[in-house]
């Protein structure tokens, strides 16, 4: 299992698009994707759980991966996040 704490620093913080984008990164990898807040935790492949975390500007979430391909899955939602949800795989479509 891996882990990553990441501040997001989208100015929407992790809410339509941005949740939108992370979602359908997320279902890329076959390995179970969790984000929290705080105490809440959600599953990273069901938008509306990700939306409900409410995460704004400037708040840290956890992401954790447990599965066959964890590095990969949290090195691409750790360089999304980083990019301001610009950089998006190329299967990813919006």
């Given amino acids: 299992m891996k882990e990553l704490d990441i501040v997001v620093k989208n100015d929407t913080g992790l809410h339509s698009r941005p949740a939108d984008v992370f979602v359908r990164t997320a ?26 975390l409410n995460v704004s500007q400037n708040d840290t979430i ?11 899955a949290i090195e691409e939602l750790k360089m999304l996040i980083e990019s301001d949800f610009e950089k998006i795989n190329d299967s990813v479509k919006i």
């Fill in 62 to 72: 956890k992401i954790t991966a447990d599965g066959p391909d964890e590095d990969a």
């Fill in 27 to 52: 279902k890329l990898f076959e390995s179970d994707i969790k984000v929290s807040k705080g105490e809440k935790s959600a599953n990273a492949k069901t938008i509306i759980k990700v939306i409900l």
